[in-house]
T-cell receptor
């Protein structure tokens, strides 16, 4: 089945630094990737939708200058948290849609990244 | 607008028993898909089962079945013969025909007791 590899799984960084999270679709082409943020014991909050070769579409309230998303190829999307602060500490998870599957098919998720800003 | 409601924040079940996790939805789309995902403590989201709005039969995948009642707009997940490894968060999600962005419910925490 479709696999999405997300790295790193955990990262601790100092306040003010930037952190890059990668999501790769290993055996399919992901024309669309979604980036979510999840707080403890809460649901997934969609941050942005990225389409290969174009600018990401951010959800209302998500700072596009803080959460930089790049989807440079059909198999790779990156989320960079710039100038991270403790309030950015969270669980970030990506999801990809396989272009080959039907419109209402399932989405494949990465394994998530737990970011801690100290 | 689409909305997913999961009213059970937590559920407990005895090992080997069956359990039903509730999910109701609201949409104006005629064509939509409903999904269930499992999220263990490690964080990954595991796809369990899918039901299309035009599917006449309830979806089944091994021990998972989806009790789809279209008129009531409900898509409950039934897990038969619960196992200790089923302890996790379970999310119901839907995608309407007009958008490919899924909407997630708040989740239900399931704990399976030995």
């Amino acid at each position: 089945g479709a696999v999405v590899s997300q790295h790193p799984s955990r990262v601790i960084c100092k306040s003010g630094t930037s952190v890059k999270i990668e999501c790769r679709s290993l055996d399919f082409q992901a024309t669309t990737m979604f980036w979510y943020r999840q707080f403890p014991k809460q649901s997934l909050m969609l941050m942005a939708t990225s389409n290969e070769g174009s600018k990401a579409t951010y959800e209302q309230g998500v700072e596009k200058d803080k959460f930089l998303i790049n989807h440079a190829s059909l198999t790779l999307s990156t989320l960079t948290v710039t100038s991270a602060h403790p309030e950015d500490s969270s669980f970030y998870i990506c999801s990809a849609r396989d272009a080959r599957t039907g419109a209402l098919a399932g989405y494949t998720f990465g394994s998530g990244t737990r970011l801690t800003v100290v | 607008a689409q909305k997913i409601t999961q009213t059970q924040p937590g559920m407990f079940v005895q090992e080997k028993e069956a359990v039903t996790l509730d999910c109701t939805y609201d949409t104006s789309d005629q064509s939509y898909g409903l999904f269930w995902y499992k999220q263990p403590s490690s964080g990954e989201m595991i796809f369990l089962i899918y039901q299309g709005s035009y599917d006449e039969q309830n979806a089944t995948e091994g021990r998972y079945s989806l009790n789809f009642q279209k008129a009531r707009k409900s898509a409950n997940l039934v897990i038969s013969a619960s196992q200790l490894g089923d302890s996790a968060m379970y999310f119901c999600a839907m995608r309407g025909g007009g958008s490919y962005i899924p909407t997630f419910g708040r989740g239900t925490s399931l704990i399976v007791h030995p």
